[in-house]
């Protein structure tokens, strides 16, 4: 397998503060990857450096390109699409027209429409809620919008911010079986930034621990599962 | 009984040139939340074009259309070298950007063409309207224009790719950033729509008004009371905000004793006060439905 996206001492900054100190490490393509931590270990800030809505340094590559420098939109262009904290809904706007800005960039028209259908198959409650305003969904529906939104792009790389945050637990499970099933059947490469470390275990095949800026731990996900360091720091037990 | 219809419809003639001046002022204040003071200078000098290509030779519509692309050319460049520098900054440093902006505008109008009033041809004619007193063709003219641009820009933002990106970029920036939108030239792209739409409002207004380097001094306020009467949010309030001031500042100067002509302003400023006490949005700014 080789390595889709590589990053190498990845260092970023919030002003003077400096939030990642030098992390490394490299995700295979089709694999579907968790990075855990606990709160302000700098998991959204590894996920925003990838698409430089933060001050970096290091390297960062992408199918063997280097992403520093470019802009957020044109990291987006090469296949990277980005579930945000907070999911990013376009509120004001209706489901569909959420769905259709996550194919903006896309020039092949056709299959668009064609996507857009295959998303309500995924989720089917959007196909119910196509023409309400996105901010009228409950919390998941959003979610689900998000991923959906992102899924548009035709990407080949998805980042997933914390898509559990605020989601009853029913709904997550649900959440994480499509997101598997995305990752398996779409052969889209997933990277999944998660504070339900037990979770994010079962679905991913990778894992990465990361602690106050650094990767301290990596490998298989079934193995760092039953680390017990691990298992007392993240999973409770 | 007559009075009153002519007052309403003059009102909505002169309406129409605000709700174009509002149009423009909202498309600026959604892309980059700034309202743009140098925006009725634009205008004049966008009229100033149309004017001097005429001098040339060009006919009327010809020197229109090419007036359009010039403005919009003209905004985007605005955009580029002026304010997506200031991008970042402050607010007062954007309002110092908009006042210098004002200031060049309108001295540059004025060594150009100089301040002397000049006349300014209609392409309606200055007739009875459909042979009625109530109006000119002209005026039914203004009202035309405005409407149809209205409808253009309904179907642009709502039925185009472009527009729904530029919809995207104005509501979430960062958001749009992430589905591929380049904000930054969606900024752009709105500076020039708003110039192109207020070189029509400048047009328009000109054989009304004449054409002078200040011709939009009080045009521009009485489009920014119907932006902030319509709602800065919504291009359609605007819209219905240029008409209602139109109509309502040309009632008070008739029926309200000791108004007349020279209290017109206050008294429609005085409106806009009311309305924004107890509707700040506007009257048709969105109340945003949000669950969290």
Partial sequence: ???????????????????????????????????????????????RAICNMVRSTGAIE????????????????????????????????????NLQLGAITRTDRKNIVADIERMYEHFPVLKERHTQQAGTLSGGEQQMLAVARALMLRPRLMLLDEPSFGLAPLIVRE??????????????????????????????????????????????????????????????? | MELFTNQVLAGIATGAIYACMALAVVMIYQAIDHLNFAQGEMAMFSTFISWQLMQWGVPYWWSFILTLAISFAGGILIERLLFKPLAKAP?????????????IVNSVAGLIWDFTIKQYPTPFG???????????????????????????????????????????????????RLVGVNTSWMIALGWGMASAIGAVAGILIAPVVFLEPNMMGGVLVYGFAAAVLGGLSSPLGAVIGGFLVGVFENLAGTYIPGVGNELKLPIALALIITVLVFKPAGLFGRAIVKRV
């Fill in chain 2, 91 to 103: 607010v007062l440093t954007n309002v110092a950007g908009f006042i210098a902006l004002f200031a």
């Fill in chain 1, 62 to 97: 992408f199918e063997g390109k280097p992403l520093s420098g470019k802009s957020t939109e044109n990291v987006v262009r090469l296949g990277i699409a980005h579930v945000p904290q907070g999911r990013g809904t376009f509120t004001t706007m209706t489901v569909e027209e």
């Fill in chain 1, 175 to 237: 959440l994480f079986k499509i997101l598997g099933k995305i990752n398996r059947e779409d052969k889209v490469t997933i990277l999944v930034v998660e504070q339900n470390a037990q979770l994010a275990l079962e679905l991913a095949d990778q894992a990465y621990v990361i602690e106050t800026g650094k990767i301290v731990m990596s490998g298989n996900a079934k193995e760092i599962a039953s680390n017990e360091d691990v298992r007392k720091s993240y999973l409770g037990y």
């Fill in chain 2, 126 to 176: 200055s007739a009875p309207f459909l042979g009625s007193q109530l109006i000119s063709t002209h005026q039914a003219g203004m009202i035309g224009v405005t409407l149809l641009m209205l409808v253009g820009l309904y179907l642009f933002f709502q039925f185009t790719r472009i527009g729904l990106a530029m919809r995207a970029a104005a509501a979430l920036p960062e958001s749009a």
């Fill in chain 1, 1 to 47: 397998m080789t390595a889709m996206l590589n990053v190498k001492d990845l260092r970023a900054y919030y002003g003077q503060v400096q939030a990642l100190h030098g992390l490394t490490f490299a995700l295979n393509e089709g694999s579907l990857t968790t990075l855990l931590g606990a709160n302000g270990a700098g998991k959204t800030t590894t996920l």
